[in-house]
């Protein structure tokens, strides 16, 4: 544990009062009882710290290294490489004060506990470095889409190329554009279909291009905007991510499962709906007039169609 400790902290030099000048490691990695060792045995008081050694006169320094024995030849060598090497140290590497510990990941707060299991984590799991929390959990969306929506952050949904890695065998072809191979990425940010389901999507909602520089939904996830939305027209586009994957998902299950297909602009129009209902029931409905928005969207995607009764 102690390793792992150290990983993350160092000390902050001060004027050598907590450090022990034979046994800490505190000049360019080196322990000077391993580098001097026979003057390390000679040493008077083999357990200073290296403030009972370090004097200042005025801003300079000297070092005052007492030991029990004169020593000679080999070892009187070794004294004077380590008074050397001690010389040559500036003064300004001992500012005064104590010396402090610096905490890493949060030098401002200092150590917990908490934030040394979090940089494990971190070095665990990898990808949970960046997660965008605020994006895949959203109070206004139903929490099975937003469970379903950090599987597909994890790239755990059950994809053709998933099931192929537990063992299933099967032909691996996207159901939505029935060309490429079917995998978490292709499916909403590469697919020519789903992709052409987001551009008519981009007419009616404030959105990017899901294909703009990143092709990896994990990246499209922690890029998306995540300030709090000021009102809901902020707030559709805030969810229409969710509300396009799950969309797509369940066009894509429909069309595995049951053969069935519908066409984009129809699936634009679920989107559309699935946006309206959560705002609708998260109460986020206020200048943006989300009811308008959806008969108008309706409207435009299905022009020269008489419809009749609720949208
Ligand atoms: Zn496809």
């Known amino acids: 544990m102690k390793e792992v400790f150290w990983r993350f902290a160092q000390v902050e030099q001060g004027r050598g009062i907590w450090t022990s000048f034979w046994s800490d490691v505190w000049i360019e990695g080196r322990c000077l009882a391993d580098e001097f060792p026979r003057v390390a045995a000679a040493a008077e008081l083999p357990n200073s710290r290296v403030a009972d050694i370090l004097n200042f006169v005025g801003d300079r320094i000297f070092w005052d290294l007492p030991l029990k024995v ?8 070794e004294r004077v490489n380590l008074m050397n090497l001690l010389d040559s140290l500036p003064s300004s590497s001992f500012p005064a004060g104590p010396e402090r510990l610096r905490w ?18 971190i070095e665990r799991f990898p990808r949970e470095a960046n997660f965008p929390h605020k994006v895949i959990w959203q109070q206004i969306v139903p929490s099975k889409v937003c469970i379903f929506m950090w599987m597909v952050y994890h790239k755990k949904i059950a994809t053709v190329d998933n099931l192929k890695r537990k063992g299933w065998c099967l032909a691996n072809r996207c159901a939505l554009c029935e060309a490429d191979e079917e995998t978490v990425d292709h499916i909403f940010c ?20 899901i294909r703009a520089n990143v092709t990896d939904i994990a990246e499209t996830l922690r890029t998306w905007p995540v ?20 969309t797509v998902w369940l066009e894509r299950n429909s069309r595995t499962f049951n053969d069935e297909k519908i066409p984009q602009r129809v699936i634009v129009y679920k989107i559309g709906r699935a946006i309206h209902s959560w705002l609708t029931a998260g109460k986020k409905v206020d200048v943006f007039d989300a009811g308008t928005w959806l008969i108008t969207m309706k409207n435009r995607l299905f022009p020269n169609t008489v419809f009749f009764g609720p949208a």
């Not at 004169?70 to 060598?77: D, V």
């Not at 890493?104 to 299991?117: D, E, H, Q, R």
């Not at 007419?203 to 291009?209: E, S, Y």
């Open 70 to 77: 004169n020593l000679r030849g080999g070892a009187e060598r």
């Open 104 to 121: 890493n990941p949060s030098p401002a707060s200092g150590f917990s506990v908490k934030s040394m299991f979090q940089q494990l984590a």
């Open 190 to 209: 590469q697919c020519n279909f789903a992709v052409e389901i987001w551009n008519i999507l981009r007419n009616f909602v404030d959105i990017g291009d």
């Open 227 to 246: 300030s709090t939305p000021e009102n809901s027209k902020q707030w559709c586009t805030r969810i229409a991510l969710h509300a396009y994957c799950w």
